[in-house]
């Protein structure tokens, strides 16, 4: 029996979709919304700079929920909608746009966002990678053919996207500002091991040094 008439998760994702499972396998039979900005339906994101990345997936195998665990969680699923904000004394979820959603119980669980670099949001060619749409564009620009790149950041991620790229011929450096790669990750023994893998692997590395700004080559792209 609920004593909450409507629950609503904020981000539609790892956390939020297992986050509404557990609601429900606690017996919550109430109302249950799911608010996420992605189009998608929840998925994995640890193959986007793996398996995805380098075309060993593809998008379908990613799913976090299959149909019927979607039919089993019977949610609203609010997909494509941002939530703006909370209305605490309306107690309501505002959204993007001007919706409200009048809700008895809130779930935020918008997770993080990649962080970017001074002047290289609109350029050609410079991609973060957080979202399925992110490894989309960036997987569709690698398959044109052999071209440089550079990866900002060596923690798992940018290891693991180095690691992708350079597993499909691309000639590959990365830009780390700590002294070696996933060093606050893993230490100075375990973080060596990774330099030596990268070396090994046709990866230069430059540690010790960050990236100060992006700049365009006139024409819009970096
Ligand atoms: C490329 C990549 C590789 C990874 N590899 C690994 C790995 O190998 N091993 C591992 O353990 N972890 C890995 N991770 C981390 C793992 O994916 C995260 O820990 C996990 O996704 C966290 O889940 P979450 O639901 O908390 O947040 P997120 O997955 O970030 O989800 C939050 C969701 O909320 C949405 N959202 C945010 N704000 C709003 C809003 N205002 N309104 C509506 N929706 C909103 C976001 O768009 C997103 O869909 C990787 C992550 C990435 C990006």
Same mark, same amino acid.
């Given at each position: ?8 998760v904020v981000g539609a994702s790892l956390a939020g979709t297992y986050a509404a499972?557990a ?19 929840p998925?994995?994101? *640890?193959?986007?700079?793996? $398996? ?12 976090l929920?299959? %149909?019927?665990?979607? %039919? ?7 997909? /494509? ?7 605490? *004394? ?17 779930v935020l669980a918008t997770g993080a ?26 997987? $569709? ?20 996207? %180095? ?12 830009? $780390?500002?700590?002294?070696? *790669?996933?060093? *606050? ?22 540690? /010790? ?14």
């Amino acid at each position: 029996m609920s004593t909450l008439g409507t629950i609503t998760v904020v981000g539609a994702s790892l956390a939020g979709t297992y986050a509404a499972q557990a609601l429900r396998d606690q017996g919550y039979d109430g109302r249950l919304v799911l608010v996420g900005d992605e189009h998608h339906r929840p998925y994995d994101r *640890p193959p986007l700079s793996k $398996e995805y990345l380098t075309g060993a997936v593809t998008a379908d195998r990613l799913a976090l929920a299959d %149909a019927e665990d979607v %039919a089993e969680l019977d949610a609203e699923w609010l997909l /494509g909608t941002r939530a703006a904000g909370l209305d605490l *004394p309306g107690r309501a979820v505002l959204l993007e746009g001007g919706g409200r959603l009048v809700t008895d119980g809130v779930v935020l669980a918008t997770g993080a966002a990649a962080r970017g670099l001074p002047g290289g949001t609109h350029l050609e060619g410079v991609h973060t990678l957080r979202t399925l749409d992110d490894a989309a564009a960036l997987r $569709e620009e690698l398959s044109r053919g052999q071209v440089r790149v550079l990866v900002v950041g060596a923690g798992f991620i940018g290891s693991e996207v %180095a690691s992708s790229c350079a597993t499909m011929g691309h000639q590959v450096t990365v830009v $780390e500002a700590a002294e070696e *790669p996933l060093l *606050p990750q893993l230490g100075p023994e375990l973080a060596a091991v990774c330099a030596a893998l990268h070396a090994d692997h046709g990866v230069t590395l430059l540690t /010790g040094t960050g990236v100060a700004a992006l700049h365009g080559d006139g024409r819009g792209r970096v």
